[in-house]
């Protein structure tokens, strides 16, 4: 199977462990991933805010850059999400590539067949499930099921789980009072949580929450769930 990452923007910028760390994941089960230097942003911003004709570019892009793949991996679930929903209706040519574009968690449960990617880490951790991949993928408990397999873990019940973050991409510009309102909920659960760290499937969310959970001086890490699996407590 030919398998090539899509680091998304968030990512690339801020966040580049957790591309790597999705590419040890695979290397580690025999695959090999390729990442093309042409790819860009997916447009997700773009066409939330209502600039669809700015994002059109981008669209055709990823079909360029990834239609020869038979698989295409992005560690977040909001990307993912517009290239599965939005990419068929904004350009129908897409929609071949875009049912071939998975969440890790996916690539690795349904189509991969894969839970246990022998993976260790022995922290106390809670799971916080991002509003696209809950509401969006469906996600389900894919996650969660890979994390149950990584020995040493910990895992602990966030409480009111599937609130939102408050982060929401513009949202959080748009409407700053709500979503920190909606930020200072979560980070209370987190904390009730007793949990070291705090995992999910989306950086951006994690970025907010992290803020917020660092400004409460709470000493709990936000870290994406592919950086977990990558562990495998052996030093170097």
Request: net charge negative.
């Amino acid at each position: 199977m030919r398998i090539a990452l899509f680091i998304t923007c968030v990512n690339d910028l801020a966040f580049p462990a957790t591309g790597i760390a999705v590419t040890r994941i695979l290397r580690r089960l025999g695959h090999t991933v390729d990442f093309p230097a042409d790819q860009t942003c997916c447009g997700q911003m773009h066409a939330n805010t209502g600039y669809r004709a700015e994002a059109m570019p981008m669209v055709r892009n990823y079909v360029d850059v990834f239609d020869s793949y038979d698989a295409i991996v992005v560690p977040s679930g909001s990307c993912t999400a517009m290239i599965r929903d939005q990419y068929p209706r904004l350009h129908p040519p897409a929609t071949s590539v875009a049912a071939r574009t998975y969440e890790l968690s996916e690539l690795l449960v349904d189509v991969l067949g894969v839970t246990d990617v022998g993976a260790e880490f022995p922290e106390t951790v809670t799971y916080h499930p991002t509003c696209h991949g809950l509401r969006m993928l469906r996600l389900g408990d894919r996650p969660l099921t890979l994390l149950r397999q990584v020995r040493g873990i910990k895992l602990v019940e966030l409480g009111d789980a599937e609130e939102c973050c408050g982060f929401g991409g513009t949202f959080a510009l748009k409407n700053p009072d709500v979503s920190t309102a909606m930020l200072t909920d979560k980070c209370a659960r987190v904390r009730d949580t007793g949990a070291r760290v705090l995992a999910a499937a989306d950086n951006s969310c994690l970025a907010h929450i992290g803020g917020g959970l660092d400004r409460h001086r709470s000493g709990v890490r936000a870290v994406h769930y592919a950086e977990i699996l990558a562990e495998t407590g052996a030093t170097s």
